[in-house]
Structures are given as structure tokens and as C-alpha cells.
């Protein structure tokens, strides 16, 4: 009796640059085929990644490719249309099997039906996993069957039901893979990814780790250093109570089902207290809301939620736009909020929304101005949690904050960095200055900038805007579009 030669299948990956946890991965390997582990850069997929993203990449890659290697196996890389590589490798394999893990925004979503229903018309089988969320945005609606549109119901909602079915262990590497005989790649110099002229990442590599490694050791030391308090402590950007995940989160080097069960050992161990896990388990939801918001709103991305604000009285000012993302805007702590995303591609989310508010209703410039700004300058810029956030901030998004909630950035300062250490950190200019002095550089004697070797217009710039006049302007903008809601003064 003669035994038939294993297929041999293809695992394509995508937004999930890891081995555990990869249910894809994992079916591939059980399935006994012949595996060949591609990664295709395709410059017309929808949403191609921004600069910052770029590098994270290239990182991310070259991290799986080491993994593989590790194993015995090889990460192919291509270049090209997703549909011709595709029959490209499948001629070179006699592969026979597709599997890919699910994506979710509604571009991805026509691509990979149009991408399934021609491989399939072609004989070749193809398995899509989930793994991207801790449930996939079509497994909770309301009672009457109709999508969320505020995220506290949805939340409720979604921990119903991992109470009620579970989200299943974390998967391990799978064991025994058998990869198929080795094929053409490109190299990853070749996807030129990194910056060079200049290269503005370069401060990147020594505060960020790429890959599943690099994701692991992070909420390792998260859970150690900053853990416990994290629900108030998130708040105060000079702490060391924000995870940091964010980007190893955006391309899959962890996975949200990892995070939880991290959080539920440490919540047992008594790393976290009950309040702080369950808080951190509320950001993993607002995640989720936010693809789950994509996902039933296909224009979400571009169009604000609510109708009424669709012609809002946007004011077109590029020196002020270049200005704020200069970090010169002579509010320090929107400064210092700017400067940390372009010196590290990450921003506090505190601080993020001081920023974003201060776009939107001190400049009253279009929220999709700063959306694309965050697309290309961070590391975790993702296409739905970037039109959430901005949405929100804007006040016309689901569940989003009323508009005449302008958060003041002087009081922001004061409140959440108190001792100056994160204005200090990234607007050193006025470091010298008394701490009372640090949330307006302007409102100090003349004698004591003049010790502190401030002189504001020149060594700092003075403020763009006045608080006051720039926030009854946007009220007065807004007047026509009243909503509930108390100003944070």
C-alpha cells in the first residue's frame, strides 16, 4: 500500500506578524501540509501603511523571518499584486491551500472576497482565521439586532459574551511544522521601507523592539513596572502606567487574547488590582469598538458619524497646521505631546487627546488634517482606532464628547504633569523655568524668564492662539449643534 505526498499549502501574512496565538498558523500546521510563509507588500492594497508604520515593518519582518529560521522554515517575501503573487507562488508549490487570518475594514473585507472567491474558482481551498480582536464586530448587537453606536452598551455587551463562551487559551507555537521546499524571495532591502533622507527614525531603535519578542518583553515589563495604578495612573504622562502596545498590537506581534490572559494572571498574582485589569481590559474593548464601528459604517473612515456635523465650518490654515505638527504652538504641553510623536512615533493617549482637541476647536482645522498626520507619524496608526479617536475628539463620532468640551491646555498640564517632567522632557527650552510657570511660559515675570533663559517669540514661541478667544469661537461655530456636556476648564 503506497501513501499519497502531503499537499502543500501557502500561509499568508498579513497584520499578524507572529507564531503563538496565530489560529491560521496553527490550522496550517495541523493540517500536515508542505507550509510556505509568505509576506507580500502590495502597493495597491488599501490603506498602505504611513512612514512611521513603514519602519515598524521592516522591523517586524525581519523579527518573523529570524522566528522562522529558528524553526527551519523561511519567510518568502514578494512585491506585486496580492492575486498575482499569489499565482505566482501557487505555480512554484503546487499549493494546493490558502490560509490567512481575517481583516475587517470594508476595503480589506472586498479585497479578500474577491481574492477568496477567485482562488476558489481556480480549486484552491482557502481558510480565513480571526485573531485580530477579542470578538469579530459581528458577534454582539442590540436586542433588536442593530449595531452599537455607544460604546459603554457595547462593552457591556462584549463582556457578556466572553463571560458566557469564553475567548479560549492563548495558542502556542505550533509544533512540527513542515515547510515545503524553498522558493525565490526577495530580500527586505528590497521593500524599502526605512527612511534615509533623511533617516527621522533614527532614534526609534533604542526605544522600540519590533516583533513577537520585543511585544512579549513589553507587556512583561508593563505588567511589572507599570501595572498596578494604571487605572489613574494612565492619565499622567510622565508615569509609567501606559502598556505601551499599541504598535505591537496594530501589526499582530501580540495578540489581544494574549493581553487578557496576561492581565487575568496578573490580576491573580496581585501585579494588577481588580480596578486596573478591568480598565485595561476597557481599552482592548475601545479597540474593538472602534474596527466594530468601521466594520457596520463603511464610509467611517472618512465621514463623521453624526450627519449634522458634516458641514461644519472647517477653517483651511497650512502655516497653523505645520505649526502644530512642528510642535510650536506655544502651548507646552501640545508641544511636548507633538515633539514625542515625532522623536519616538508614539504619543500618550492623554496627551493625544489635549493635542487633537486643540486641532479641532482652538484652530477649528478638519480632524482629518490631524487623522492624516497620526497615519504617518505613528507607530500604531490604525485606520479604524485613528477615525475613532479623532471622531470622538471632534465631537461627531459615536458616543464621541460633546463640542464644547475644550479641553484647556494649561489646565491639562498642571493637572496630569504637575512636577513639568514630561514638558521638561520634550520642550527643553523653558526647562529652566519654576514649575508654576511650565503649563504657560508666557504668564512668568520678564525676571524670571530671563533667568530661566526664556524669551517667548524667540527662544519659545509665544501662543498661537488665546484660550479663551480661540474656545468662544468654537462655540460659536458650533452653536447651531447643541449637545450635553460640561467644558474641561
Request: with cysteine.
Amino acid at each position: 500500500m503506497s501513501t499519497s505526498e502531503p499537499s502543500n499549502a501557502i500561509l499568508l501574512f498579513r497584520d499578524d506578524l507572529r507564531l503563538s496565538d496565530h489560529p491560521a498558523l496553527t490550522a496550517a500546521a495541523q493540517s500536515g501540509q508542505c507550509l510556505t510563509c509568505a509576506f507580500i507588500l502590495d502597493p495597491n492594497a488599501p490603506y498602505p501603511p504611513g512612514g512611521a508604520r513603514r519602519w515598524w515593518l521592516h522591523h517586524a519582518l525581519n523579527a518573523l523571518t529570524a522566528q522562522l529560521a529558528d524553526l527551519g522554515g523561511k519567510l518568502v517575501l514578494r512585491t506585486g499584486a496580492t492575486a498575482d503573487v499569489l499565482a505566482d507562488l501557487r505555480k512554484e508549490t503546487g499549493a494546493t491551500h490558502i490560509y490567512w487570518s481575517r481583516r475587517y475594514t470594508p476595503d480589506e473585507i472586498a479585497s479578500d472576497t474577491a481574492l477568496k472567491a477567485d482562488l476558489t474558482a481556480a480549486g484552491c481551498t482557502v481558510q480565513s482565521h480571526p485573531g485580530r480582536y477579542l470578538l469579530e464586530p459581528w458577534r454582539v448587537t442590540t436586542k433588536s439586532g442593530t449595531p452599537f453606536k455607544v460604546f459603554s452598551p457595547f462593552w457591556r455587551a462584549s463582556r457578556d459574551e466572553i463571560r458566557a463562551v469564553g475567548l479560549g487559551d492563548p495558542l502556542p507555537v505550533p509544533k512540527n511544522i513542515t515547510f515545503a521546499d524553498e522558493v525565490a524571495t526577495a530580500s527586505l532591502e528590497d521593500f524599502d521601507l526605512l527612511p534615509t533622507a533623511p533617516n527621522w527614525a533614527k532614534g526609534f531603535e533604542a526605544l522600540w523592539h519590533p516583533g513577537e519578542e520585543g511585544a512579549m518583553a513589553r507587556l512583561d515589563a508593563f505588567l511589572e513596572e507599570g501595572a498596578q495604578g494604571y487605572a489613574k495612573g494612565r492619565d499622567f504622562p510622565a508615569e509609567p502606567h501606559t502598556s505601551r502596545l499599541s504598535p505591537y498590537l496594530q501589526s499582530g506581534n501580540i495578540s489581544p487574547r494574549q493581553i487578557w490572559a496576561a492581565l487575568d494572571r496578573a490580576e491573580h498574582l496581585g501585579q494588577m488590582s481588580g480596578r486596573d485589569a478591568e480598565k485595561f481590559r476597557a481599552e482592548l474593548g475601545w479597540r474593538d469598538f472602534a474596527a466594530y464601528l468601521l466594520f457596520h459604517n463603511r464610509d467611517f473612515e472618512d465621514t463623521e458619524f453624526q450627519p449634522k456635523f458634516r458641514s461644519f465650518p472647517w477653517r483651511h490654515d497650512t502655516d497653523a497646521l505645520i505649526a502644530w505638527q512642528r510642535g510650536q504652538s506655544g502651548y507646552p504641553i501640545v508641544d511636548a505631546g507633538m515633539r514625542e510623536l515625532w522623536q519616538t512615533g508614539y504619543m500618550h493617549n492623554r496627551v493625544r487627546m489635549v493635542v487633537a482637541s486643540f486641532l479641532v476647536k482652538h484652530l477649528r482645522i478638519d480632524w482629518r488634517a490631524g487623522r492624516d498626520w497620526f497615519w504617518d507619524t505613528l507607530l500604531d496608526g490604525d485606520l479604524a482606532s485613528n477615525a475613532a479617536s479623532w471622531q470622538w475628539v471632534a465631537g461627531c463620532g459615536a458616543d464621541a464628547a460633546p463640542y464644547f468640551r475644550v479641553f484647556n491646555p494649561m489646565t491639562q498640564a498642571e493637572k496630569f504633569d504637575p512636577d513639568g517632567g514630561y514638558i521638561r522632557q520634550y520642550v527643553p527650552e523653558i526647562a529652566a523655568l519654576p514649575d508654576r510657570y511650565l503649563a504657560a511660559p508666557w504668564k512668568a515675570p520678564e525676571d524670571v524668564r530671563a533667568k530661566a533663559g526664556v524669551e517667548i517669540g524667540r527662544t519659545y514661541p509665544a501662543p498661537m492662539v488665546d484660550h479663551a478667544t480661540a474656545r468662544r469661537a468654537a462655540l460659536e461655530a458650533f452653536e447651531s449643534l447643541p449637545s450635553p456636556g460640561d467644558d474641561l476648564v
